[in-house]
């Protein structure tokens, strides 16, 4: 699969992610392990690119890959979150009183 400046603007991508892509690939790119690689190295959106330049087939074989990977960033994340939100109260409580 190729990838091009030309797809991101007809798909409407976002225009930091269409300047980031031209920065980091020129005009186009071949998908490979090794430009997927450069793309999350450079914080290009692959859950944009997931949506909107898949077809359903290729979808469904990227969620079905994510599928453990997000299951295990979910469960991490749980605790993380429920601190955060055990934490978040009173912060601004005690912020609320300077």
Request: glycine residues 4%; contains cysteine; positive net charge.
């Amino acid at each position: 699969m190729i990838i091009t400046l030309k797809m991101l603007e007809k798909a409407q991508a976002c225009a930091d992610q269409r300047k980031l892509f031209g920065e980091t690939f020129g005009d186009q790119v071949e998908v490979t392990e090794e430009n997927c690689a450069k793309a999350v190295a450079a914080g290009l959106s692959f859950e944009w690119a997931a949506r909107n330049l898949l077809s359903p087939v290729q979808k469904a074989e990227y969620k079905r890959i994510q599928a453990p990977a997000l299951a295990e960033y979910e469960r991490i994340q749980a605790p993380a979150l429920a601190e955060y939100k055990r934490i978040q109260a009173p912060a601004f409580f005690r912020a609320s009183q300077i």
